[in-house]
């Protein structure tokens, strides 16, 4: 009886964990930082961005100067093809060492626009990042 119990506890904890993470998979990381792009959430979408050279120094102002931009520009271009309506996750391709991914995504513009492309991703201590390194 002992072990019946443990082992449904263990089953809701696992299933818990997978539930609560949904960015644990590359396209749920990526789907959570083009939502935070959608609602004009900068830097949770530059907090996505896998930046490690530098000094944390550096690092710091890398980020501060991507979010800088990204109100600047982003802004403009989102205004222009009237927002982003939803973000749409075609595919997710996992390299066998699990450490990096592709994931097929497609954009549709509040102007009806669609626009599909693909985000190179990255595992950085467990945590998905967007790769926008060469």
């Given at each position: 009886?002992?072990?019946?119990?443990?082992?449904?506890?263990?089953?809701?904890?696992?299933?818990?964990?997978?539930?609560?993470?949904?960015?644990?998979?590359?396209?749920?990381?990526?789907?959570?930082?083009?939502?935070?792009?959608?609602?004009?959430?900068?830097?949770?979408?530059?907090?996505?961005?896998?930046?490690?050279?530098?000094?944390?120094?550096?690092?710091?102002?890398?980020?501060?100067?991507?979010?800088?931009?990204?109100?600047?520009?982003?802004?403009?271009?989102?205004?222009?093809?009237?927002?982003?309506?939803?973000?749409?996750?075609?595919?997710?391709?996992?390299?066998?060492?699990?450490?990096?991914?592709?994931?097929?995504?497609k954009q549709v513009y509040?102007?009806?626009?669609?626009?599909?492309?693909?985000?190179?991703?990255?595992?950085?201590?467990?945590?998905?990042?967007?790769?926008?390194?060469?």
């Amino acid at each position: 009886m002992m072990k019946l119990m443990i082992r449904l506890g263990m089953m809701a904890i696992a299933l818990l964990a997978m539930v609560s993470c949904s960015s644990s998979s590359p396209s749920g990381a990526l789907e959570d930082y083009m939502s935070a792009l959608q609602n004009k959430k900068y830097e949770k979408f530059v907090d996505g961005i896998n930046i490690s050279k530098g000094s944390p120094d550096e690092i710091k102002q890398a980020r501060e100067g991507l979010v800088s931009m990204m109100e600047e520009k982003a802004d403009k271009t989102l205004e222009k093809n009237g927002g982003i309506k939803s973000i749409e996750i075609i595919s997710e391709e996992i390299a066998e060492d699990g450490n990096s991914a592709v994931v097929k995504f497609k954009q549709v513009y509040g102007d009806g626009t669609e626009k599909e492309d693909s985000q190179k991703m990255v595992k950085v201590d467990g945590k998905w990042l967007m790769d926008v390194g060469k």
